[in-house]
């Protein structure tokens, strides 16, 4: 079983910064990818950016330039620094890990930006 723990959410102004964390736990035999999606209220979810084992980023294009994903692999730990947030990015955030055998969620953090 493979447990993942966010953390980092909370309450920020437009235009103000969060860091979210990520950690996983449990019978991770491999990990392809780490990543960062959200769902705002009504809306699907979507990408907003990963991370490969080889370090490659993907973003969405409504966060690049913002925002920045990284990975301590050690501590098989992502990271979402979030820089010049809108308040249409008030959503959950979610941590995916892609493995080798099987993908897993974490539970969301909820971020919002509001004045």
């Known amino acids: 079983q493979v447990q993942l723990v966010e953390s980092g959410g909370g309450l920020v102004q437009p235009g103000g910064s969060l860091r979210l964390s990520c950690a996983a736990s449990g019978s991770i035999f491999g990990i392809n990818a780490m990543g960062w999606y959200r769902q705002a209220p009504g809306k699907q979810r979507e990408l907003v950016a990963t991370i490969s084992s080889d370090s490659s980023t993907n973003y969405a294009n409504s966060v690049k330039g913002r925002f920045t994903i990284s990975r301590d692999n050690a501590k098989n730990t992502v990271y979402l620094q979030m820089n010049s947030l809108k308040p249409e990015e008030t959503a959950v955030y979610y941590c995916?890990?892609?493995?080798?055998?099987?993908?897993?969620w974490g539970q969301g953090t909820q971020v919002t930006v509001s004045p």
């Open positions: 995916k890990l892609m493995g080798t055998y099987a993908h897993y």
